[in-house]
């Protein structure tokens, strides 16, 4: 799987767009780009994914550049029950290694009042 | 309610005490996973399983052991456990025939070994 980069912590102000940042310049074609989220030490929550088309769901927007070597996650409206550990990887769901995962160490995002 | 339930929650022990941490899915899915997590090293995978009786190592397999008898369960062994395996352990689980191959998370098993 591709490594990723992302930024260690990243504020937003309540009610603004949280924009968070992935770098995978090493991005094979079939992977895909994964977002999860942790809150304190609970489980990781999955967010969002896709492969090269940008995506919306209730959580959030994932935009993906056209070379597909980096993606922003959007949080259009952050709260503070969005402060948490964002975590982006990616992950070819067909190889022989597709059981493998792995997470680096994501961007704390801390919303504030 | 779908889940991965994860026993127990929080565990002391001592050093060499043979342990398992159990995880169970109630969501018929076929790829199961164990990870550690550690301040500053994010979150390592240990081993994984893509069906029943079928195991691979992950980045991080030394010191533990898995089994994979049943497609719901995947306990993770620890023989003889050492204080560097204190961590926060995490069982997780995909139903790969849907094809979105999203992991679902348990809560979490806090370990500390003195």
């Known amino acids: 799987d591709a490594k990723t980069t992302q930024p260690p912590s990243m504020d937003c102000a309540e009610g603004r767009a949280a924009n968070l940042p992935c770098n995978h310049s090493t991005i094979s074609g079939n992977e895909y780009v994964y977002w999860y989220r942790q809150i304190h030490s609970q489980g990781p929550q999955y967010i969002i994914h896709g492969l090269k088309n940008n995506e919306t769901n209730e959580m959030a927007s994932l935009i993906i550049t056209e070379d597909r070597k980096s993606s922003t996650l959007i949080l259009p409206h952050a709260t503070l029950r969005d402060t948490a550990v964002y975590y982006c990887?990616?992950?070819?769901?067909?190889?022989?290694?597709?059981?493998?995962?792995?997470f680096g160490d994501g961007t704390t995002l801390t919303v504030k009042p | 309610e779908a889940q991965v339930t994860q026993n127990p929650r929080y565990l002391i022990t001592v050093t060499g005490k043979k342990l398992t941490v159990t995880c169970s899915q109630n969501?018929?899915?076929?790829?199961m996973s164990w990870y550690r997590q550690d301040p500053g090293l994010g979150l390592r995978q240990i081993y994984y399983?893509?069906?029943?009786?079928?195991?691979d190592k992950g980045d991080v397999p030394e010191g533990y052991k898995v089994s994979r008898k049943e497609k719901r369960n995947f306990p993770l062994i620890l023989e003889s456990p050492s204080p560097n395996q204190t961590s926060l352990y995490f069982c997780?689980?995909?139903?790969?025939?849907?094809?979105?191959?999203?992991?679902?998370f348990g809560a979490g098993s806090r370990l500390t070994v003195l």
């Open positions: 990887i990616v992950r070819d769901l067909h190889n022989t290694n597709a059981g493998k995962s792995t």
């Open positions: 969501m018929n899915h076929e790829y």
């Open positions: 997780a689980s995909i139903r790969l025939s849907a094809g979105a191959n999203v992991l679902t």
């Open positions: 399983s893509m069906n029943v009786e079928v195991t």
